[in-house]
């Protein structure tokens, strides 16, 4: 008993210790950039500001009040479910058919060139700054002189809709662009999974004469359900967040019809210099988003359990 | 970061289609249904290309042709007013190395930070490590108006408004949480022979970071600087808030800041539009390649 125990070092220094200072430059620059921030601007939300060397006036909860009687505050979360609706649920549906008509049918009958090629149109639209989309959208959809209007007036409608300027059609507008915008990731992310299912699942269904959308229903959906929980987790976290194509787009306008948390709180920052205000809009939205990260991911842990069980 | 993931358009897929028996592959070869099957997924295909094709036959048409043909119409002479009032009007040159300089360094910075911190937890399994990278996860899903006034406030108190450091500070910052997050797991399956062979040889930490781990890991390293570079390129937000003057602007920036402007006609914003996704588009081409190799990687943890 005592001789391993002597033969043991004296002092038991962890062996994690030494690797600490490899984490400091991160840690530092985390606390300065992020956590010192995130925690200010909370503070921040609870005073009246209006910024720069203005006095800051304590005001308690009071912003959080009146957030809570602000129309203006609750459409721009409504607006919210608007952009999911956009930026997750259309384009995770769609995403998920095009990536199995492309890969298990398309990719099979005309090669998987073609497919890559699909593939490939689908996705352009991701790879370029969403602000330049935005900027090119904002000209198509414009009244007058954009070139969605040109071409209906060419067909003989004779007074086309002011898309993005009429309070009715400026929210579907901006869905459209949005789901233009996001429909690649998806597909592409999809099409991956796909590569991992076992060929041999969709032969024996076939075998036994399961049609293509049984095939599509039994075996793609739930092998490739871990892709899309993180489908569903990061475009619904960035549609929560979305800024820039509204910013392009409409400013959130006409009468706060696109407006968005987001484009809220850097209208109560930076145009109405109500510093506090802005910042308890941001707080809320902070704890929005993780509040809904928190519950896809319990989601997804219940899934993988469930299905541990189950085989 | 609409995209965790960015994808090529590559010729190469990952994977061929699995080998088919020849019997159901004769079989598919037949009958029409897939022909409406393609033409259906064509379709598709070209709503989302018209956008670019109305713009690039725009770009180079003139108002008057445009107002006379509309925008389908191909450009009977080539109009080049369009590029040269944009080029000029925001010093496209300026910007496009304001963009350049800015995603580089964030792109080389944000990827060594991501080393050193994913090295610490990865590979010396620091306590609390799953905390640690809880955190860096939650970072990266925070929205930038939580931070961005604080921010404004202390680049404004240490000198750097409207300085592009402020920028490549943070965004070095965020890039470097999803990479920590990401090269964590990573190495964390690093085979542990290979760090006790190296130690035995009396290879320090910092020796075996750069001379065992980094050449192992280089590639995804490689394909996190790709993502680094093109998800800084493409920020709107904190560069739109902290770069207030024309020199110090980015591309994105720039172009939106000049929407509404009397001088934008139909080939300006078009040119303009033009010119401002050719460098993303030529730069993803390039590294499409690398971004194959390691697509997945950041797909599913």
Not at chain 1, 209 to 225: E, L
Not at chain 1, 250 to 257: K, M, V, Y
Not at chain 1, 268 to 286: E, I, M, P, Q
Not at chain 2, 18 to 45: E, I, K, N
Request: net charge positive; charged share 10%; with cysteine.
């Amino acid at each position: 008993m005592s001789a391993p125990v002597a033969a043991r070092p004296r002092r038991r220094r962890p062996a994690w210790l030494p690797y600490v200072p490899y984490l400091i430059p991160g840690a530092v620059a985390f606390v300065v950039v992020i956590g010192y921030p995130l925690v200010t601007n909370v503070y921040i939300s609870l005073f009246s500001w209006r910024g720069g060397l203005a006095p800051l006036s304590w005001v308690g909860l009071g912003n959080y009040v009146e957030l809570w009687h602000d129309t203006a505050f609750w459409t721009s979360f409504e607006n919210s479910l608007a952009m999911i609706v956009a930026m997750v649920v259309v384009p995770t549906l769609i995403g998920l058919v095009l990536a199995a008509v492309l890969f298990d049918y398309l990719g099979r009958r005309f090669g998987s060139r073609v497919a890559a090629v699909l593939r490939a149109t689908y996705y352009l639209p991701q790879i370029l700054p969403v602000a330049v989309a935005g900027v090119l959208w904002n000209w198509i959809l414009n009244a007058q002189t954009g070139a969605l209007n040109v071409i209906l007036r060419g067909v003989g409608l004779d007074s086309p809709p002011n898309w993005l300027g009429d309070p009715s059609t400026a929210l579907p507008s901006v869905m459209l662009v949005l789901i233009w915008v996001q429909i690649g990731y998806p597909v592409v992310i999809f099409m991956a999974a796909l590569q991992r299912v076992d060929p041999e699942l969709y032969e024996a269904a076939e075998l036994d004469g399961a049609g293509w959308w049984r095939r599509f229903r039994a075996i793609t959906m739930p092998q490739i359900r871990p892709e899309t929980f993180v489908v569903t987790l990061t475009c619904t976290v960035a549609a929560l967040k979305v800024f820039g194509p509204i910013y392009v787009l409409t400013r959130g306008g006409p009468e706060s019809s696109t407006l968005v948390p987001s484009y809220y709180s850097y209208l109560n920052f930076f145009d109405k210099s109500r510093v506090g205000y802005g910042a308890a809009v941001a707080t809320v939205l902070t704890i929005v988003i993780i509040v809904v990260a928190a519950v896809i991911l319990a989601l997804q842990a219940r899934a993988e359990r469930r299905e541990e069980a189950g085989a | 970061m609409a995209a965790i993931t960015q994808e090529t358009p590559a010729p190469a897929p990952v994977a061929p289609a699995p080998p088919r028996r020849s019997r159901p592959g004769a079989r598919h070869r037949r009958g029409a249904a897939r022909w409406f099957v393609l033409a259906g997924a064509v379709v598709v295909g070209l709503a989302v290309l018209a956008p670019f094709v109305i713009m690039v036959l725009n770009a180079v048409k003139s108002p008057a042709e445009y107002s006379q043909n509309g925008p389908l119409s191909l450009p009977t002479e080539l109009y080049f007013d369009g590029v040269v009032s944009f080029w000029q009007r925001v010093d496209f040159p300026t910007k496009l190395w304001n963009s350049f300089f800015i995603s580089a360094i964030v792109a080389v910075v944000g990827a060594g930070l991501s080393l050193l911190n994913a090295y610490a937890i990865g590979i010396g399994r620091i306590k609390g490590r799953l905390w640690i990278v809880m955190l860096f996860l939650l970072a990266n899903m925070l929205p930038q108006e939580a931070l961005i006034y604080p921010l404004f406030d202390m680049a404004r108190q240490v000198g750097l408004s409207n300085s592009q450091w402020s920028v490549i500070i943070i965004f070095t910052v965020i890039q470097s949480a999803f990479g920590t997050y990401l090269l964590a797991s990573v190495l964390g399956t690093f085979p542990p022979a290979l760090l006790e062979a190296a130690a035995l040889d009396g290879a320090g930490r910092w020796r075996i970071l750069w001379q065992v781990v980094f050449p192992i890991v280089r590639p995804t390293l490689a394909v996190l600087v790709i993502f680094f570079f093109i998800w800084t390129w493409n920020e709107f937000f904190i560069p739109l808030v902290m770069l207030t003057s024309n020199d110090t602007q980015t591309i994105p920036i720039a172009l939106a800041s000049l929407q509404g402007d009397r001088m934008m006609d139909a080939p300006t914003t078009n040119a303009g539009s033009l010119i401002s996704l050719l460098p993303a588009l030529i730069f993803f081409l390039i590294f499409q390649r690398t971004l194959t190799r390691g697509v997945t990687a950041g797909a599913v943890k």
